[in-house]
């Protein structure tokens, strides 16, 4: 240990200093010497704005941020000259055993099925990750595990969607934030999100597979889906019950879905808004009362409606929808026949419009020619020279005024 230096005598003669003496009275050498400004590192500026850097004290990386550069040299430079406490540097955590933290905090405030879908994820996901302390994870550590994950093939053979990818980074981010992880992760890059492709069946294949259904095991899931535009979920949970034949509607108060274990539990509808009722047809009706008091689909996996499903398409030689897509296509139906907004919100149990707009309502390709047919006779028409006027006006050779005329779909052609 150094031998702490005697500040009674000079430093250079030796000679007695009288107390806090700055300069010795003897041989009159200065006897405090000048501190030297302290070194920090140089900061870099967030994309926030602010300024930010870590400050090496006492062996330990210490976060520095500031709103200008000013402010952080001045901060940086108090805190390597022991003038700020830092705060202790956190304990040591696994990512495996904050994403188990994460997931305790969620119960009972989440679906049983996202439990689910995060335990998969645990799995799945990340796993390069797992036995790493969360407070030494980098952006480019988290960077490296996407571009593996963009190039690994998924259950189907080919490689994650950018919607899988995008989800789990969501689902890693929200963890190590819960646990309080320092991460920049404005410079991570992800993917872009691409427009998910859904099957639309047109008028006529919607008849063929309403007839191809009838009798089938899994006739009822698969007209709830299409025909009231029900959630599988919400189909799951259906009783006979729920029917009032009186009011020809039914009233969906509750889901069914898989938890951790793979189990069915009953839970509240998805949204507040979900919850709702919805007119019944006769044709589902009659159906319905046919059945016996309770569940309308039991005694078969839920994966079996849409193996049926699909069984029923290529028998038909329909497109392959999936169960969900016939909830897309009840969507598009109330997009073609002009029902309002609201009303098709309140029937689907949708709370947010821009999710039934956006991801639920697709166009038909008759619809869709219809418009462009209209367009493109606009632009034909103003390039046609206009007819000689007659009586000082102009218009076709019947005298009208507006040569245009409307279709029924509102399309002037």
Known sequence: MPRKR??????HCRGKLPENASFCPWCGERQIQEKTE????????????SWFARVTVAGERVPVTAKTEAEYYAAARAIKAGLVETASKPKPLLLSTAIDKYIDSRRGSVSPSTIASYQKQKRLYFQGLMNTNIHDITADMIQIQIQGMLKKPGS????????????????IASVLKYNGADIDLSRVSLPTLQASSYAILTDEEQARLIRAAVGDPC???????LWLGLRRSEILALKREDFDFAHASVRISRALVND???ELVEKGTKTSESARTVAAPP???????ACPPGPLFSGHHPGYILKRLHELCAREGLPAVRLHDLRHINASVGLKLGVPDKYMMERGGWSNKDTMVYRYQHTYDTQKAAADAAINAHFESILTPAPP????????????ENSGAADTNGYSA
């Open 38 to 49: 302290l070194k920090v590192p140089r900061p870099r500026q967030l994309p926030s704005g």
């Open 156 to 171: 189907g053979g080919k490689p994650l969607s950018a919607k899988t990818v995008l989800n789990e980074y969501g689902f």
């Open 283 to 289: 044709y589902i009706l009659e159906k319905v009362r």
């Open 389 to 400: 006027s007659i009586n000082g006006k102009k218009g076709n050779e019947n005298g009208n």
């Open 260 to 262: 951790e274990h793979g």
């Open 219 to 225: 006739e009822l899931p698969i007209l709830f889906a």
């Open 6 to 11: 005697d500040t009674t005598t000079c430093r």
